[in-house]
């Protein structure tokens, strides 16, 4: 899109400077696109004031008392 039509690929854990330095990102969660935009636009969709913020919404746990039983089960199997 404009200005001269050059894309750099990167990844990266380090949000805050995913935020500072990308004009668009893409948020995987299980190899699967969940949010792709600029930052802004994705803080404003989900009116969140941070990529941070961002990322957790979209990669939340959707079963995170199930999946924490479960591995407490495991645990005492191995003990």
Do not use: W
Not at 17 to 45: F, M, P, W
Not at 47 to 54: C, F, G, K, Y
Not at 64 to 70: F, I
């Amino acid at each position: 899109r404009g200005g001269g039509g050059r894309c750099t690929v990167s990844r990266s854990h380090v949000l805050e400077v995913v935020e500072q330095v990308c004009s668009r990102v893409v948020i995987l969660k299980d190899g699967r696109i969940v949010g792709h935009d600029s930052v802004s636009n994705l803080r404003a969709t989900l009116q969140l004031p941070s990529l941070d913020a961002v990322f957790a919404a979209l990669v939340a746990e959707e079963h995170v008392d199930e999946r924490s039983r479960d591995m407490i089960a495991a645990m005492k199997i191995g003990t």
